[in-house]
């Protein structure tokens, strides 16, 4: 199946600053790639839709200017929680379009603390 | 969109077959039901999709009703390392979205 990459895996900053988060797909090329969020014990919520080369499609109620995403290349799509606070400590998952055989393929996922 | 409704958790003995139901009363003629598991703190897994006929693969089988309105997941053999949030996904109509329902969490007791 396909892999995707994400990076880091866990991390913690102080509020107020900005942390970003790098999904790369290794064995194809991505041109939609997929941000969620997850908070404890919840399902996942699909934040934002990133086309490669143009701008991302976010869902409603995610703050694009705070969430930003670039998808410069067909292989890397990156988030950057901006100004992080408090409440945007969470998990945060990545996936890749949807291949005919499996679906869609998640990144490992990033735990990030905001203190 | 398409929606799905899961039970929110179940228990099933290790090696027994463990069998996670799925509703989807809305799905779309032209919709795949998706499976995918959670396993704490990581990415969802793929672990099997189907349109209309009954699928099998390595991991487990999928038996779709014939009016496609509800679904089941069967691990057949499960064992501790299958506990797990368990999600059955519909596709939402003309886009490439996962939605995501609240799943059901599988605890496979030993």
């Known amino acids: 199946g396909a892999v995707v990459s994400q990076h880091p895996s866990r991390v913690i900053c102080k509020s107020g600053t900005s942390v970003k988060i790098e999904c790369r797909s290794l064995d194809f090329q991505a041109t939609t790639m997929f941000w969620y969020r997850q908070f404890p014990k919840q399902s996942l919520m699909l934040m934002a839709t990133s086309n490669e080369g143009s701008k991302a499609t976010y869902e409603q109620g995610v703050e694009k200017d705070k969430f930003l995403i670039n998808h410069a290349s067909l292989t890397l799509s990156t988030l950057t929680v901006t100004s992080a606070h408090p409440e945007d400590s969470s998990f945060y998952i990545c996936?890749?379009?949807?291949?005919?055989?499996?679906?869609?393929?998640f990144g490992s996922g990033t735990r990030l603390t905001v203190v | 969109d398409a929606k799905t409704t899961q039970p929110p958790s179940m228990d099933c003995a290790e090696g027994r077959a463990a069998n996670l139901p799925c509703n989807h009363s809305t799905i779309s003629g032209n919709e795949y039901v998706y499976w995918y598991r959670q396993i704490h703190s990581q990415g969802p897994q793929y672990i099997i999709h189907?349109?209309?006929n009954n699928e099998t693969n390595e991991m487990a089988s999928l038996i779709i009703t014939e009016d496609r309105k509800s679904s089941t997941l069967i691990l057949p053999h499960a064992t501790l390392r299958d506990t797990a949030v368990y999600y059955c996904?519909?596709?939402?109509?003309?886009?490439?979205?996962?939605?995501f329902g609240t799943g059901t969490r599988l605890k496979v007791l030993a």
């Open positions: 996936s890749t379009e949807p291949r005919e055989d499996y679906g869609y393929t």
């Open positions: 996904i519909v596709k939402a109509s003309g886009t490439y979205k996962y939605i």
């Open positions: 189907g349109l209309k």
